[in-house]
């Protein structure tokens, strides 16, 4: 027998005996340290001890008053906590066979004779106490081991707990749950973020108080649709408001939780911001469809105010386009819209006055040709879009809060600016933004561009058609009294034919035809020559009064039949280096232009000379020149009057300066509708040499105006 | 009032004691006079007037109505058009018959307005002329 170590507890002993002594005598045997004898002196009396404490071993005297020891032991056997404790029966009768079965029939496990042998009892009591001992030994270390498991299974879930709060606190991606209803139950940070609510102001809500007005019925069925089972998880994009009214796109995942039963417990709802996303592609989508507006048609004016109209679809609240001059002044509003009709008034006279001042960013971006974002409209940053002290008021009132501006130009010049401006359902315009409007802004340039080559091309079609409408007409008329006098001349006569003095100013009449014909023919090839700068001059010395007066000579008869007279004031020699053929043709394009236009009334031509320069007026008291004809008379196939009344190529005036700027010097006109008109040739006596070699002076001009029309 | 138009089958050169009246209307002096001698030899009397204004100045002047107008369009101080225009004014012009001549390509688009009774393009040849103009021959 091992004594057990001194730290073990003692074990129990129940020992049951009627007899007083045989109790004192059993507790004597049974007296170690490590023992602790408990006992009792009838069953009842040991039952009631088994219930309150637990035992290594029960020693029973089986002869008892009242209830016997096996009685006692059927007991003990039927009861779950004490079915196991081994009892050994007390007898003194150790040669009834039946006795023994029966002891062991109700649970004895073992027999101890009377007289009791001391040795014998300690041996087996402690062969039981031994078993007992070695039984609570396991089941200690069952105990600390089902202990220590248990506690592994806490710290499991304790680090499982702490990752999900990890996951959930720091993931990229908005996460909540929410009740069935919709309420919200628990969102992660970033779920706060992306829609700008406080944890607290979220728990006030539902999913659906968050979702865009446009969406919320659809966001709702979608919510239907997952608690029937019929689409889980649901996957989708959405748009919600921000706390600051602002739409944010959003790529939504609602998955259903389910308790054990099956019964639908709450939402899993996983939001990602993709407004950045949703933005470019809005943005993109407006360019091209911008873009193709602006390849449909010529008609820049209606292209445009159509690409205002497309701003405003989805990319932005409002949209100007501005036309501006090469100065950076705005001539005129080409593009104005507004998401709101209503608004359209207020945006207008937001135009006029970002248009009226000189710092607006309007302005500048037009001067300095750079594309420009104004932010915080609503949060101090108003001054910066200009507008002077209406602009911030009209800004607080269109409720703007991003503008951006982007100047339109091509090839350095300047053709005006678009603006865009968003109020807060939009986020405020970004570098992409910028870049797409510094885009747009280079193909609206292009575009206008086109249309412009477009009208010019058209209109150099149809000035020739014009043109060559006139010249026909021209060359005709002359032919009517030709073909008619010849013809005259042509036809039998009885007797002697056509008396000669009958002839004779018939042939002249053809004659003056034929001239008419050759001047007509000559200021065409002018036109062709100088269109291709081949106007050259033939410089000598030559005296500009001789000129004036020939030419005043060869109109005698024509002034005369106009019922007019000239008054020539000429001063003594004016010679100068100059092309005395052309300057021919100036004064007599400048006389007939007199004597077509002047009425009949008298004309008054003069010629004088200053140190440096001769000149030359011509003066009518004709029909004159409405003012804002003038500067069109010196334009090719011009003239100030209608070709219903006048006719002529309207090529004189032209041809005119032609000649006097290939001579370096200038024409200039002085008139009033009805009282006449007073041309003045100024040259100088000495022409540079470039103007009398090079023609690129000429063919500058020539150049300016309308493009030539080909005169084959 | 002009009498009514006659075939050029009749063109004769009877003496008459009131020759067929053409009104000239052209601002152009050598067609205008072209025209006019051309008229006088084939014994018409001419009358000639340098624009609208002029003619309708000559129409109110004259005791006989010109049996015919030969017109020119474009002219200054009053065009072609503007001159029909005015004769619509006055009843007993309204129905003056009209022969529109012009160098002008589109010619019968352009007189339309003015219901003329022929259109000649300038240059008009001799033949052309004097075969429109007989028609209005007095008997």
């Known amino acids: ?712 | 009032m002009g009498t009514p138009p006659q075939s050029s089958a009749r063109i004769a050169r009877d003496p008459e004691p009131s020759p067929t009246q053409v009104l000239i209307v052209e601002d152009d002096a050598d067609i205008r006079e072209t025209v006019a001698e051309l008229l006088l030899e084939e014994g018409y009397g001419v009358q000639t007037a340098t624009s609208g204004a002029d003619a309708l100045e000559h129409l109110a002047a004259a005791t006989t109505l010109p049996d015919v107008v030969l017109l020119d369009l474009m002219m200054p101080v009053m065009d072609g058009w503007t001159f029909y225009d005015n004769l619509q004014k006055e009843t007993r012009w309204a129905s003056l018959p009209i022969v529109v001549i012009s160098a002008d390509a589109n010619i019968h688009e352009k007189a339309a307005r003015l219901r003329p009774v022929a259109c000649l393009r300038k240059p008009v040849g001799i033949d052309e002329l004097l075969t429109v103009v007989a028609r209005f021959r007095r008997v």
């Open chain 1, 1 to 712: 027998v091992t004594p057990a170590p001194a730290t073990t507890e003692p074990v129990a002993i129940l020992v049951v005996d009627d007899h007083r002594e045989n109790l004192l005598a059993l507790t004597g045997i049974l007296d170690r340290p490590d023992y602790r004898i408990v006992t009792a002196q009838s069953g009842g009396e040991a039952l009631r001890l088994l219930l309150r404490e637990e035992f290594a071993a029960i020693l029973l005297d089986v002869v008892m008053p009242t209830m016997d020891g096996f009685e006692t032991a059927t007991f003990i056997r039927q009861r779950e906590a004490s079915k196991h404790i081994p009892i050994l029966f007390l007898t003194a009768n150790g040669a009834d066979l039946d006795l023994i079965y029966r002891g062991y029939s109700v649970g004895a496990v073992d027999y101890l004779i009377k007289p009791l042998d001391a040795d014998i009892v300690r041996a087996k009591v402690s062969v039981f106490v031994d078993l007992f001992r070695k039984a609570q030994r396991i089941r200690k270390q069952e105990e600390a081991l089902r202990a220590a498991e248990r506690q592994r299974g806490e710290e499991a879930l304790r680090d499982s707990e702490a990752l999900f709060e990890a996951t959930f606190n720091e993931a990229g991606v908005g996460i909540a749950h929410a009740a069935t209803d919709g309420r919200l139950l628990r969102m992660n940070p970033r779920f706060c973020d992306i829609l700008g609510y406080t944890r607290e102001e979220l728990a006030e809500k539902r999913l659906q108080d968050v979702s865009d007005p446009r969406d919320v019925a659809s966001d709702v069925t979608a919510l239907r649709e997952i608690l029937g089972g019929r689409a889980e998880p649901y996957r989708g994009q959405t748009r919600c408001l921000h706390k600051d009214r602002r739409v944010v796109w959003v790529n939504i995942t609602i998955s259903l939780l389910r308790s054990a039963a099956g019964e639908p417990r709450s939402f899993i709802t996983v939001i990602e911001d993709i407004t950045h996303l949703k933005q470019a592609e809005i943005r993109q989508r407006f360019l091209a469809s911008a873009s193709e507006a602006l390849l449909s048609s010529l008609d820049y004016q209606s292209t445009l105010a159509e690409v205002a109209r497309l701003a405003v679809d989805e990319y932005a609240d409002w949209c100007t386009v501005e036309a501006a001059d090469e100065k950076g002044n705005v001539l005129e509003s080409v593009g104005l819209a507004h998401v709101d009709p209503g608004k359209l008034e207020l945006l207008q006279r937001l135009r006029t006055a970002t248009v009226a001042d000189p710092g607006s960013a309007l302005r500048q971006s037009i001067v300095t040709g750079t594309a420009e974002v104004a932010g915080q409209l609503s949060d101090g940053g108003a001054r910066n879009w200009g507008g002077g002290d209406q602009g911030p008021s009209l800004l607080s009132e269109l409720g703007a809060r991003s503008a951006m501006v982007a100047p339109v130009g091509a090839r350095d010049l300047s053709l005006g600016a678009i603006t865009f401006g968003r109020g807060p359902e939009r986020s405020p315009f970004d570098d992409g933004d910028l870049n797409m409007a510094s885009d747009l802004a280079h193909r609206v340039a292009f575009a206008i561009e086109n249309a412009r080559l477009y009208n010019e091309a058209q209109a150099a079609v149809r000035a020739r058609d014009e043109f060559l409408s006139i010249a026909s007409h021209e060359l005709r008329t002359p032919l009517t009294p030709l073909e008619i006098g010849l013809q005259r001349l042509l036809r039998p006569r009885d007797g002697d034919g056509w008396p000669a003095e009958r002839v004779r100013p018939a042939l002249e009449r053809c004659e003056r035809q034929v001239r008419r014909l050759e001047v007509l023919i000559d200021n065409l090839l002018d036109v062709s020559r100088i269109s291709s700068g081949r106007l050259t001059l033939q410089p000598e010395d030559v005296d500009l009064a001789e000129v004036v007066r020939d030419v005043a000579t060869r109109f005698a008869d024509q002034i005369s039949a106009s019922g007019s007279k000239l008054d020539l004031v000429v001063s003594g020699p004016v010679i100068g280096h100059w092309d005395r053929s052309r300057l021919e043709q100036v004064i007599t394009n400048l006389l007939t232009n007199a004597i077509k236009y002047g009425r009949g009334r008298p004309i008054e031509a003069s010629c004088e000379g200053t140190p440096t320069h001769g000149r030359v007026s011509i003066r009518d008291h004709g029909i004159g020149i409405d003012p804002d004809q003038i500067s069109r008379i010196f334009g090719r196939f011009e003239r100030a009057v209608s070709a219903r009344s006048y006719g002529g190529l309207g090529l004189g005036l032209y041809i005119a300066r032609q000649i006097v700027d290939a001579h370096g010097g200038q024409i200039e006109v002085e008139s009033r509708p009805d009282e006449g008109s007073l041309f003045t040739i100024e040259l100088p006596r000495q022409p540079a040499e470039r103007h009398l070699t090079a023609n690129e002076h000429a063919t500058k001009k020539a150049g300016d105006g309308h493009p030539s029309p080909e005169l084959s």
